[in-house]
């Protein structure tokens, strides 16, 4: 891997190894859920055997906070600030959403702990946490409580954007804020115990990891090195679990892990292209992965006969499955549904303020 002579010489548009980072999470998240599907259905391991999979929702937390804060840098409209995340993140999640609650509709039995209600799946749709049926703070699509975290952290961003060149910190204030207010008063509502959670602060580090990067350049050019850091303190974790709280065993590491690749550029070449189109495809294979795995274990492992031989190959089936799927569902769904909403919802508006101001 080359480097950049300074963070400055970073594309406008694109940070090239962050596709990197979102590739990883997302499939060490897939990877994670496998396994637990195996478990829970089959009993053929006593506990997950890659607990180190979870890290991935940390990684995405930090390259999230790290992401608004660089692709904000010249926002002024909160609206259009807001607007753009709800573009980005809406469209796929309604639709898999809906996907799973016609599932509970008609073949209930495919499903774990999801019911048919449909005041439950209101809830999900505008992001409000609540209390499923097996007692965890999950959306009816369970893994859409990452982005109950995602909207709430937009939501502050955005409000933030009103104070102007302070955005960053008074951002990080107000989730410090919440986090503390959670710790001295515990609350005990579904709402108040979500939304002052410690994870909250995986944002932070992400923030932190570009003030960096914006103010010390030279600096950051420098801590290539973290990231192998990162790496060893999240992957000790797989055999050794810290006693801490997530957002530090996890978050902590993640963000060494985002520093040291901050200005690591990819390499030519059809592998890295393909890593990249990952890392591209990310969200679309974070949501979409649940099916494939769904699919694999309630309908296709029943009928091979759970052996190592039939589980050995529904492996390699259903990672090739997840990513095929994601990347079509990224190009064919995901990005048109972002370009159309951004036209007709900011670039029209755009277009007719321009209208009247010029009238």
Same mark, same amino acid.
């Given at each position: ?41 089959f ?38 600030f807001?607007?753009k ?7 796929l999640?309604? $639709?898999?959403?809906?996907?799973? %609650? =016609?599932?509970? @509709?008609?073949?209930?039995? #495919? *499903?774990?702990?999801?019911t ?125 679990? $810290?006693?801490?709280?997530?957002? %530090? =065993?996890?978050? @902590?590491?993640?963000?060494? #892990? *985002? ?13 890295w ?5 990952t ?34 190959i ?8 997840t ?13 048109p549904?972002?370009v ?20």
């Amino acid at each position: 891997m080359s480097l950049h002579a300074t963070p400055s010489a970073t594309p406008s548009r694109q940070i090239d190894s962050l596709q990197i980072l979102r590739a990883v999470a997302a499939l060490f998240v897939f990877v994670f859920h496998y396994f637990g599907a195996l478990q829970n259905d089959f009993g053929i391991f006593d506990n997950n055997p890659f607990p180190l999979g979870a890290f991935g929702v940390d990684i995405f937390f930090v390259v999230s906070g790290f992401i608004i804060c660089f692709a904000s840098q010249n926002e002024t409209s909160a609206g259009d600030f807001f607007l753009k995340r709800l573009c980005r993140i809406v469209p796929l999640y309604w $639709l898999l959403t809906l996907g799973v %609650f =016609a599932v509970a @509709l008609v073949a209930p039995s #495919l *499903l774990n702990s999801t019911t048919a209600d449909w005041g439950n799946l209101m809830k999900s749709l505008a992001f409000i946490p609540y209390q499923k049926e097996n007692g965890l703070l999950q959306p009816i699509l369970y893994l859409g409580w990452t982005l109950n975290y995602e909207m709430f952290f937009y939501l502050i961003f955005a409000l933030s954007i009103y104070s102007g060149r302070y955005r960053i910190w008074i951002c990080m204030s107000a989730i410090i804020g919440l986090v503390l207010l959670g710790v001295i008063f515990r609350p005990e509502s579904d709402i108040g115990r979500f939304y002052t959670s410690g994870v909250m602060l995986n944002f932070v580090w992400g923030c932190v990891a570009y003030l960096i990067w914006y103010n010390a350049p030279a600096l950051t050019n420098r801590l290539t090195w973290l990231w192998p850091v990162g790496a060893a303190l999240l992957v000790l974790q797989n055999f050794l679990q $810290l006693p801490i709280p997530r957002e %530090f =065993a996890y978050g @902590l590491p993640s963000m060494l #892990l *985002l520093l040291g690749l901050l200005t690591v550029r990819l390499p030519e070449g059809a592998i890295w292209q393909f890593v990249k189109e990952t890392g591209d495809a990310s969200y679309s294979l974070y949501l979409v992965h649940p099916y494939i795995i769904q699919l694999v274990v309630k309908l296709v492992l029943p009928v091979l006969g759970v052996t190592v031989l039939s589980i050995a190959i529904s492996s390699v089936v259903v990672t090739a499955l997840t990513v095929i799927a994601s990347l079509l569902l990224f190009r064919l769904f995901e990005k048109p549904s972002n370009v159309f909403l951004r036209n007709m919802l900011i670039k029209q508006r755009v277009r007719s303020l321009a209208a009247q101001a010029g009238k």
